[in-house]
């Protein structure tokens, strides 16, 4: 099967392209955000290949996995015909919550997949038929060591995403223990920053931190916290969204209140061995739950479907 798909979540992406089909990212001359064709911080397989958006024509497309509401207009027009499609909704809604109405809420011919329950739960979905497909992540290795006695986060632009990533708190984590933050736009901040690593050094370099803090107030469901938990990172997370489901009491602490993920953090870093044991749970139920082969088959039994 050819699937076109667009280069917009980098982490989803990396496991979808892992599939048994041949992937199309389209490719535009400044790599903007219609175009950026391959990742440059993944290691992708050859069957995601990048094609010139004015070359699209010539390829014999058979469906279509949309994640932006212009990108159906775009497939058209690029295409010059209709194809099958799928819309993956990756975020949580916006806005006045319970009355924030999807942009296909309208449309009953494109099957609406949300990556979590939460989020198919929260948005309104009008008449679009919906279908959850959880996340699926490669299996990086269990990598931890954990020797540094240091909270690692992972969030992308910390400032612009303030109160969203939860980048607010962490300087109440900070008075218990020291951060040292991951991601694209961290520099500057009053923490050890690591700005743009290629997601395998990233992932060792994070594996080497004590406990892994996930700050996020509103996310349906980050990704770098799973990968955390695949490395046998022990977490602390805020209660919110997916997160209570995807954590089990035996991989870390979940809660509303600060001080208690502020005192977790503090009581993982100085017990070096209770939290090597709950990051060996941590990676187990991610594994279970979010392994790339049930994934996949996800992907192929809907896209076979449509």
């Known amino acids: ?167 607010d708190l962490l300087p109440r984590f900070a008075e218990r223990v020291p951060l040292d933050v991951f991601g694209m736009k961290v520099a500057g901040l009053p923490y050890g920053t690591y700005e743009d690593l290629p997601q395998h050094v990233m992932h060792a370099e994070l594996a080497k931190r004590r406990v892994y803090l996930h700050p996020y107030r509103w996310t349906s469901l980050g990704l770098a916290l799973i990968e955390a938990m695949t490395l046998g990172m022990p977490v602390v997370a805020l209660a919110a969204t997916e997160a209570v489901e995807a954590v089990p009491p035996e991989a870390g602490v979940l809660s509303t209140k600060v001080h208690v993920l502020a005192d977790a953090l503090h009581a993982y870093a100085e017990d070096p061995e209770t939290a090597r044991q709950a990051g060996k749970a941590a990676r187990a139920a991610a594994l279970s739950r979010y392994g790339l082969a049930r994934f996949l088959a996800d992907w192929d039994d809907l896209l076979t479907q449509v």
Do not use: C, K
Request: charged fraction near 25%; charge should be negative.
């Open 1 to 167: 099967m050819r699937i076109l798909i667009w280069h917009v979540h980098g982490s989803w992406t990396s496991a979808f392209i892992r599939g048994s089909h041949e992937y199309l990212l389209p490719l535009v001359p400044d790599r903007g955000p219609d175009g950026r064709g391959r990742a440059a911080t993944y290691d992708w397989p050859g069957s995601a290949r990048e094609v010139p958006w004015d070359l699209l024509r010539r390829e014999p497309v058979d469906v279509v996995v949309y994640q932006r509401p212009h990108e159906i207009d775009l497939a058209r027009e690029w295409l010059g015909r209709d194809v099958p499609g799928v819309y993956v909704e990756h975020n949580t809604p916006a806005g006045d919550v319970p009355r924030t109405r999807h942009p296909l809420a309208d449309r009953s011919d494109i099957t609406l997949v949300h990556v979590t329950h939460f989020n198919e739960l929260f948005w309104d979905n009008g008449r679009a038929p919906t279908r959850v497909i959880e996340h699926g992540v490669p299996d990086p290795g269990h990598l931890y060591t954990g020797e540094l006695p240091r909270a690692g986060v992972v969030v992308n632009e910390p400032v612009r995403r303030t109160r969203v990533a939860g980048t």
